[in-house]
């Protein structure tokens, strides 16, 4: 890795015999300054060490051996997942693609999940891609007509429960609540829960290209004016339903939390380098 380094501290120096002291620039215009007329008194001069400023690591994105073990920042991962994509998009629907993210889902289990999120002008896809084999394994679609309740905020927790997260996220209703059962409720692999919480991807920071595409922010702004526009050109029994987009904080109703727990320590939602097995 280049070093980049400043100089600027570094003056040259001569070499001379004991006894042979001769005055520097900057010692005689020291001894020149002083009321006229007066004679020079000989005073001592203090020298401050240069200070020069050394960067090892210019790159202000840190860590980059971890980010190695995650297989969607391998070279060409991400960009084969939404050439796929655009793909199957271009096949089946035709819709207008606005963008791609890549963000962790946490599951009503508070389970951590690698996920591939694109917005159409008419649909929210949420995609479980396998970065390892390079293929789409689930693909969820999610009407944008049918959303009508986006909540940003910090994630809070029954005040018993035994694993909790922090920082912040978003939900995503698109359902009714009313609708979801006991059993799926409390079933850890349920698919019927009618919304989805996002955060934002660990790799965020890998590069300037992850930074982009994990940004929770960005995201939003581009969900946000796409689910307007999709309520106002609906013409189903979701027209002029609306939008709400609350600032409040997001349940995650788990107790016990010890799956979580395990998966979550260990990144079993993503894929992940996990090393040789065997002996």
Known sequence: MSMIRSFEGF????????????????????TEEGDPGMDPEPRQISRQPSVTESTLYPNPYHRPFVSRKYFATRPGAIETAI???????????????QGFWLLTEIDHWNNEKERILLVTDKTLLICKYDFIMLSCVQLQRI?????????????????MSLDKRQGEGLRIYWGSLEEHSLFSRWNPWSTEVPYATFTEHPMKYTSEKFLEICKLSGFTSKLVPAIQNA????????????????????LIETYMGLMSFIGNRNKLGYSLARGSIGF
């Open 11 to 30: 003056q040259p120096v001569s070499l001379k015999q004991e006894g042979d002291y001769q005055p520097s620039e900057t010692d005689q215009l020291s």
């Open 143 to 159: 009407p944008l007509s049918s959303v009508y309740r986006i909540c940003l905020g910090e994630f809070v927790f029954p005040g």
């Open 83 to 97: 050439e796929d994509l655009k793909g199957h998009i271009a096949k089946t629907s035709g819709e207008t693609i």
């Open 231 to 250: 309520h106002k050109n609906s013409t189903g029994s979701g027209r002029g339903r609306g939008l709400m987009v609350l600032t409040e904080p997001i």
